[in-house]
């Protein structure tokens, strides 16, 4: 099958998804408690987050949710404060989170680049910190299109973010790969109609992955093999 671009998921596809995002879930809590550990517990429990193990369930909200939606579970738990300074101090703390690279992006995304295809990232993190986040490990200027849930295309999974870097780049969507770590991810590629590609470097396992995935692989630095292969 050609494959002329890829647009890629970032927590837990271009980022390992538990060696990211659990030490911000344990810090983001801790603030909006004010430091009291019992009561950062009880807002880990309603989005899915163990404060102890700082590890997530399947189903969490934090998984592939927007930072509103995240924002909207918390709020009725969170006295006072009103949701737009909820989200501002979730995108602060998302913004500073170190990043853990599933693979090294540099070497990976130079060879994706050299092999002449475009590429993407399609995110339900706002826009701010998931530039933040590419920037910071080097990587921001090999892509072509970066889109967040907030940047005017909606967010997975629907297509509009993904359909929208098909129309950036002059791409059609049978010739891209969409690669990602969620359902959410790769209902957003189907739907768009292009090629679907799961990675397990987020908390899906390959069962939940394979039925709506052309290729369930470890991580994205098989791809190169896999687009080989095919």
């Known amino acids: 099958m050609p494959i002329d671009a890829i647009v890629f998921d970032k927590d837990g596809t271009l980022f390992d998804f538990a060696n990211t995002w659990g ?3 344990r810090t983001m809590l801790l603030r909006l408690a004010e430091n009291d550990s019992d009561r950062a517990a009880e807002l880990g429990r309603i989005i899915g987050f163990d404060l102890e193990t700082e590890t997530y369930s399947p189903d969490s909200v934090v998984i592939a949710g927007t930072v509103e939606e995240i924002a909207e579970a918390l709020l009725p738990h969170v006295d006072g404060m009103p949701r737009d300074a909820l989200i501002e101090l979730m995108n602060a703390e998302a913004a500073a989170a170190p ?3 599933a ?3 540099g070497p990976f995304l130079d060879a994706l680049k050299q092999a ?3 590429l993407g990232v399609a995110t339900n993190d706002s826009e701010h910190p998931a530039l933040q986040h590419l920037e910071s490990v080097g990587v921001k200027d090999h892509f072509d299109f970066i889109a967040g849930y907030d940047s005017g295309h ?3 999974p629907g297509p509009g973010q993904l359909l929208a870097f098909a129309a950036h780049i002059g791409v059609k969507p049978d010739r891209i790969a969409m690669v990602g770590d969620s359902l959410h991810d790769l209902q957003a590629g189907r739907a768009a109609g292009m090629t679907t590609i799961g990675v397990l470097t987020g ?3 390959a069962d939940v992955l394979a039925p709506m995935a052309d290729a369930v692989l470890p991580d994205i630095g098989h791809i190169p093999a896999w ?3 095919n």
């Open 23 to 25: 030490t911000f879930g």
């Open 154 to 156: 909606g967010f997975k």
């Open 103 to 105: 693979v090294p992006l």
């Open 203 to 205: 908390l899906a396992n």
């Open 227 to 229: 687009l080989a292969d």
């Open 99 to 101: 990043q853990a690279q």
């Open 116 to 118: 002449g295809l475009k």
